[in-house]
């Protein structure tokens, strides 16, 4: 990496997300405890975050292919963390949903990732702490 003043905005998140990422390894023990992989688990945010959808709409947004997503929806059917039923609409489709069981694994990975972050971050002096939370809170509200 060069200079960290001639990096990209993004080049220099990246370099501050590998920084802070995964040190206790937690959110690594929280998928591998539920038998779930990284695409699996962005499979399910991006469903709940959609509030549901079909395997073709989802293999669309997620730039996956349509047997990919239907093997996924099978796995992540059998581990319990996503539903399945009949569109109202067009019986021949299935509606995809999240379970209980899989918005609460997202919600203990995102409070592991969370601390995670927190304790990469710590290191930092206060007052740094504090103006990256600011800079970072402007930025995730402009892009809302």
Known sequence: M???KDNTAGELLLA??????H???????LMNEAGTTLPQILFLARLRQAGGGT?????GT????????SQMVDRLFRLGLLSRAEDAEDRRRKRLATTAKADSLLDRLTRARAAEYS?????????LRKEL????????RELA
Do not use: F
């Open 2 to 4: 060069s200079a960290l």
């Open 16 to 21: 501050l997300v590998d920084r802070v990422s």
């Open 23 to 29: 040190r206790g390894g937690d959110t690594l023990a």
């Open 55 to 59: 395997a073709s709409e989802l293999a």
């Open 62 to 69: 997620l730039n996956m292919s349509l047997p990919a997503v």
């Open 119 to 127: 304790r990469g971050v710590a290191r930092l002096s206060p007052a």
């Open 133 to 140: 939370a600011a800079v970072l809170q402007k930025a995730v």
